[in-house]
């Protein structure tokens, strides 16, 4: 149980509440810098409200930049890779936990090997892999290299050595094919751990910048971080007022999953609640 | 228990043994091999054998890039660790306000690397941006936060703390969590204060949290990429060019494959290094226990 | 989960995969029309320019359809286009820097365009074409139709100047005497210039050097790269009256541009294409001058070139030729330079902004106009983009921030260019 059970002390609120603005008052800013016009913002660019507040700011963004049809990339990009891994890792976890078989150390080295190896590492030659395919600036470009999850099958894996081999048994006894075990009894059985899995493995492949970056080059599948990053337009003076409205837009969706599954998040990340 | 079928095992492991090989061991590989050439994607691949190697070491290039990148590492890992350490105590308590505040610090660990660096670049403008009058107002000179070499790549590290605290928060307070108030009672009762309790009870049973937030940070923030790519491009004069933007750099900038594979094969090497060296430090300072 | 929604999503999953994965993109759309893929970098007016042509391009015809991909500032636009082009994805039309094409050709990677009908036609201002633009760039195959061609320009806010009663420098003697003269210290820098390879080699011509010599190898100037290099030096460290810019690439300029505006540099040197930009924001009078001399007069040219992929479907490489004709022709070609300040490409098109008066009206424009005269062409060296971008901007950077010796990092620059691949 935690150490302090008691009123918490003056010095205590006001440290937390130090806290509070340091990590509140950025999005602050980022909105209100979004409803100013840009003539307030070059003029008087630390005003802590805007004069005129406007949504001039998200109305070029839709202009600029096609929100919609990069958010739906970016959202069936993060779902799709979450399903896929939460499909694989089922088994797999499973066959490491539960089954005895030559091979399993090797196998069990090999998905503690992936965790270590970053995309940064392999991006060159799956492009380089995709292009040859004729398969660059394609939805299986983006999601297919994270169709396993190294974390995600550790994590079943983990979560599957406390259920006792009597249900695996008993449903056996009763006839049940292995698919039928793995997704029908087991899976509802680690809901929590796999609703965790899925929830981190979509907020990482929703926010990611580098891989679509580098394995498209136009903007049939391009994502809303990208779409939102290119507002950054050089030369002629920042829209700051633009970039920011482009910015609460792109973590609109995060935020709102964050509010309504932190629990499952923190989950997710802390490995235990 | 066993198997029903001798083949079970493998089809279940088989997609993602499938995927790894296709897409995580292979590239690792042809990593390796494209290391030994010279090529620019639009002509044919020369072998130059060890001359993108050599050619990194003797510029001075790979040296510079492993020493930003490890100082950078060094000072968010620390910097998280440390404050989240202390936000987890610090936060640890009950009621709305601290659970929201919680809750605020995470958030940054989830929203977008994009929306962080874009918000920040505006934040840190030497000129006009908020953090350029609070220094006006305190009376003290003006940073170039962004764009001085000097500062540059401390500013990129504190960015990348302020995102990630909330991770080592969040794990320290589960951490926390699972001592037992009756430890806490029991050393109270012998007279321990606050202080006392937290480095004889408390950190010792924490080490090996701690041990598990060392090492995915450090692996994290030896990751780091879009930070340096939104707010500096790797300027200014190279000060923020970190290993993986490196990397980046050589293939689309340079179009030189040979040669972001050979740091790309470097990389690996001292990742794996790494992760090693830290757990073997924190395994030794734990013996005895298991996480 | 149940089993059934689990696969059903599953297979949705993949379904969409497959779906979106692996089929050939369609020349034709459904209206029958060719559709033309168009590359570009260019930002906030430019930008609406261009997409301002294409729009009178479709209102005119209707065999072709654009369709514009804005792809980043130009070195992005540019990776992204030679991993495309090594991907076998790339579109058919794009712009790229001029220092690159030579590269790209040389790559095999550029479709000649003297086989198209009209093009070598087009009559074209000689600087500003490949033919002008570059050493020998007449005899080579046509490979760059010019779109928003530019040369460096110096600006002086006209308020200072009239108050110190001064005049544009037009020698380098002058440009240190003047830059001292409007220095404040703490509140105005009298000079301000992008750290950045285009105005070196400005600098370069000036003092009488040449980047490439005539058998092709990289000189960098030789004598007169150090003295380029060192007036940077001892403008910015020891009379301190410049400020070097802080940031990469473009956003330097941008400080440059809003330094400026602001009234806190006195002159600075940046692009013609900025001649709009200033006029129209700036609480003063701008008044544009040509680059001051040194033993010459000499500036590079800069901006790009459109250039057509030769991996391209034929049907949509003759398609991105006729939109390049249409560029070409007078009425767009003096409508993109009035409206964005580049200067115009073609002959008529400068005669007709003559004939309704837009240089009379316009100043500064015809500055740069005449300016054209001591315009230096790029030697035609596929090595060229990489000695800019990969050995001298960097170093150039690092020697003004740091103060390092000239001579020894243009030595160090030179050995390495000397170097293959």
Known sequence: MSLRSRRPGLGASLLASVAAAIWILPYAWMVVTSLKPLDEIAQDPTAPFPKHPQLAAYREVFELVPVGRYLLVSLAVAVAIGLLQLALALPAGYALAKLRFVGKKTAFALVVACLLVPAQVTFVSVFLMFSKLSLTNTFSALVLPFAASALGTYLVRQALLSVPDEIIEAARLDGASEVTIIYRILGPLLRPTLVSVFLVSFVFHYSDYFWPLVMTTDDTVRTLPLGIALLKEPGSGVRWHVVMAGNVLLSLPVLALFAIAQKHLIRGVAGRS | ?291 | ?421
């Not at chain 2, 499938?18 to 691949?45: H, I, K, N, Q």
């Not at chain 3, 020891?238 to 990469?248: F, S």
Request: proline content about 6%; glycine content about 8%; some cysteine.
């Open chain 3, 1 to 421: 989960m149940s089993l059934s929604r689990r696969s059903f999503a599953v297979g949705a999953s993949l379904a969409a995969l497959g779906g979106v994965s692996g089929c050939k993109r369609a020349l034709r759309d459904d209206k029958g029309r060719v559709r033309l893929r168009l590359w570009f970098s260019l930002g906030g007016r430019n930008r609406e320019v261009l997409l301002e042509i294409v729009k009178r391009f479709h209102a005119m015809q209707d065999e072709i359809h654009v369709e514009p991909v804005y792809q980043g500032d130009y070195f992005e636009s540019l990776a992204k286009l030679r991993t495309a082009i090594a991907a076998k994805a790339a579109p058919a039309l794009s712009h790229v820097v001029a220092e690159v094409v030579p590269y790209l050709a040389r790559a095999s990677t550029l479709e000649s365009l003297d086989g198209y009908p009209g093009m070598k036609e087009i009559p074209l201002v000689a600087p500003l074409a490949q033919s002008g633009g570059f050493r020998g760039g007449g005899e080579k195959p046509l490979y760059g139709i010019p779109l928003n061609r530019s040369t460096p320009l110096m600006y002086c806010n006209g308020d200072i100047f009239a108050k110190e009663g001064l005049r544009p420098p037009t020698t380098w003697r002058e440009l240190v005497d003047t830059a001292k003269a409007l220095t404040r210290p703490g509140a105005r820098w009298g000079h301000e210039v992008p750290i950045s390879w285009w105005f070196w080699v400005a600098l370069v011509g000036q003092a009488g050097g040449a980047v490439f010599d005539e058998a092709g190898r990289a000189t960098l100037g030789d004598e007169a790269g150090v003295r380029a290099l060192r007036l940077w030096q001892d403008l910015v460290h020891r009379e301190k009256v410049m400020r070097p810019p802080p940031g990469r690439d473009y956003d330097a300029w941008n400080v440059v541009n809003q330094d400026f505006l602001g009234g806190r540099a006195a002159f600075i040197w940046t692009s013609t294409a900025y001649i709009r930009y200033l006029e129209d924001n700036a609480k003063f009078p701008v008044i544009a001058a040509p680059l001051p001399k040194d033993v010459r007069a000499s500036v590079p040219t800069g901006g790009t070139f459109f250039v057509v992929v030769k991996q391209a479907p034929d049907e949509e490489k003759v398609a991105a030729a006729r939109l390049l004709r249409f560029f070409c022709e007078t009425e767009q070609a003096a409508y993109l330079s009035t409206r964005t300040g580049y200067l115009p490409i073609t002959t008529p098109a400068v005669a007709k902004m003559r004939a309704d008066g837009f240089f009379a009206k316009h100043p500064n424009d015809d500055v740069a106009q005449a300016q054209l005269a001591s315009v230096d062409p790029w030697p035609w060296e596929p090595l060229l983009f990489r000695i800019e971008r990969d050995i001298v901007d960097p170093r150039l950077e690092e020697a003004v921030l740091l103060d390092r010796d000239a001579a020894s990092v243009l030595g160090e620059a030179r050995a390495l260019a000397a170097r293959p691949g």
């Open chain 2, 1 to 291: 228990m066993k198997p029903r079928s001798p083949i079970h095992p493998w089809l279940m492991l088989g997609p993602s043994l499938a995927a790894w090989t296709l897409f995580v061991f292979v590239p690792l590989g042809l990593a390796a091999y494209e290391s030994l050439f010279a090529w620019d994607m639009l002509t044919d691949p020369v072998y130059v054998g060890g001359a993108n190697y050599a050619a990194i070491a003797e510029s001075g290039e790979l040296g510079r890039i492993l020493g930003r990148t490890l100082g950078f590492s060094v000072l968010v890992v620390a910097g998280s660790m440390a404050l989240g350490l202390g936000l987890a105590l610090l936060l640890d308590r009950p009621g709305r306000f601290f659970a929201f505040v919680r809750g605020a610090i995470f958030s940054a660990y989830v929203v977008s690397w994009v929306a962080v660096a874009l918000l920040w670049v505006l934040l840190l403008d030497p000129d006009r941006g908020v953090a350029a009058s609070l220094l006006r107002v305190v009376g003290l000179p003006r940073v170039g936060f962004l764009t001085d070499p000097r500062a540059a790549l401390v500013t990129l590290a504190a960015v990348t703390i302020w995102k990630i605290t909330g991770y080592a928060m969040v794990v320290f307070l589960a951490g926390l969590r699972s001592v037992p108030q009756s430890i806490h009672e029991a050393a109270s009762l012998d007279g321990a204060g606050a202080i006392a309790r937290f480095r004889w009870v408390t950190w010792p049973l924490l080490k090996p949290t701690a041990a598990f937030v060392a090492t995915t940070s450090l692996i994290v923030s030896f990751q780091a990429f879009d930070v340096v790519r939104i707010m500096t491009g790797g300027g200014p004069a190279r000060a923020t060019t970190l290993f993986v933007y490196a990397i980046y750099e050589q293939v689309f900038m340079n179009l030189s494959v040979g040669r972001a594979s050979a740091l790309a094969v470097v990389y690996f090497l001292v990742l794996c290094v790494l992760a090693a060296a830290q757990l073997r430090a924190w395994h030794s300072q734990t013996v005895g226990r298991r996480a």
